[in-house]
């Protein structure tokens, strides 16, 4: 089992468009961070014209924590496709060269080699959350320093004291990583149905496209269903830099992810199971 999760990990670098999502992620970063660097104080101003009337605001206010967060904010939309690249390929890439027919001669059971599989995703899912960390959080710091947290929200104006952030931040990173792993679950049900790993991975973010619009709408038709959209619970690591933290909401949207999670897997299981690979 160790020795096939390792062969899987090494075919999942081996690939460049595994290093190119690395790099994406690095640009998309340095871009907003140059961006805050030139022209954040004017971003701020015009973001905080009502609260400047009211409360004399001042100290660092762009500091490395509100630079990460509008990276995390803008990044964490791209990343299910920089995932979905990786997962969607896992079967139905070696459908498409012809080595799944190998693959399955080994003494390793379907449900195991799907495991694997998916297993291999997730640990590229999770260095890719980890390297989302680095690039957007510890490089934030090192530029913009630290300072207390201003978020400003559409219906309120929160102020989080620089030591009580940290914690936030890697809490909201290991929940990015559980609804990334949703996303690389869905993307490897899919690919268990194709022989090729371009349908797996468009239909993948087409999903996450629709459902994260039915989300955003503020239609009282899609109301009823949203509680029960995985895209829906995917932004709630937003909830850990309210105060206080809503961790029963939390909670729920992290057992939400887990059972659509566990529910991609076993679909995924139950039909490469019975998957006809000899035609």
Known sequence: MIKLLRIEIYKIFRRPRTYISFGIVLAIAFIIQLAMYSGGKDFMSFGMQGVTEQFDVQGNIINGYLVTYIILQSLLIHIPLLVALVAGDM?????????????????????????????????????????????????????????????????????????????????????????????????AMLSAFADNSIGPIMTTMGIVVVLTIL????????????????????????????????????????????????????????????????S
């Open 91 to 187: 079967l139905a890439g070696e459908a498409n060269l012809g080595t799944l027919r190998l693959l399955l001669t080994k003494p390793v059971s379907r449900a195991r080699l799907v495991l694997v599989k998916f297993v291999a995703s997730v640990v590229y899912t999770l260095l890719l959350i980890t390297w989302l960390a680095v690039t957007a959080l510890l490089i934030s710091l090192l530029i913009f320093g630290e300072g207390d947290m201003v978020n400003l929200k559409s219906d309120a104006f929160i102020v989080l004291l620089k030591d009580d952030i940290m914690w936030r931040y890697m809490a909201a990173f290991v929940f990015a990583a559980l609804a990334m792993t949703t996303i690389a679950a869905l993307a």
């Open 215 to 278: 989300t955003n709408l503020e239609l009282p038709m899609f109301n009823v269903i949203k509680p029960y959209l995985f895209t829906t619970h995917m932004i709630g690591w937003k909830g850990f830099f309210d105060d206080p933290v809503p961790l029963k909401a939390i909670a729920n949207s992290a057992v939400v992810l887990a059972l659509y999670t566990v529910g991609f897997l076993g679909v995924t299981i139950a039909y490469f199971n019975k998957k006809d690979i000899t």
